[in-house]
């Protein structure tokens, strides 16, 4: 069983940061892509960013230039740090990642982002 745990999320006034985090754990083979999507009422779920594991990395256009991605493969982990901040980057954002071995995808609980104007 693979579990991903975010953290990281929370309120903050526009202009300023925030830095998520997201942990994989449990039957880990290899770790393909890792990224974030976010998530507001009555829209689809969007790309936010993603990472490979050579460090590669895509931005959605809403966001270039005010976040980056940033991952720890021995840790499993990728962090988003997120600058800049505006209002409309509230949303829930959702940590997935793809299995290298079996190319399935799994999602974490969602961690809550709120700016303020």
């Known amino acids: 069983q693979v579990q991903l745990v975010e953290s990281g999320g929370g309120w903050v006034q526009a202009g300023g940061s925030l830095r998520l985090s997201c942990a994989a754990s449990g039957r880990l083979f290899r770790i393909n892509t890792m990224g974030w999507y976010r998530q507001t009422p009555g829209k689809q779920r969007e790309l936010v960013a993603h990472?490979?594991?050579?460090?590669?990395?895509n931005y959605a256009e809403f966001v270039e230039g005010r976040f980056t991605i940033s991952r720890v493969n021995a840790k499993n982990t990728a962090y988003p740090q997120m600058n800049s901040l505006k209002p409309e980057d509230t949303a829930v954002y959702y940590c997935?990642?793809?299995?290298?071995?079996?190319?399935?995808?799994?999602w974490g609980q969602g961690t809550q982002v709120t700016v303020s104007s």
């Open positions: 997935y990642m793809t299995s290298g071995s079996t190319s399935a995808t799994y």
């Open positions: 990472i490979t594991p050579t460090g590669s990395t």
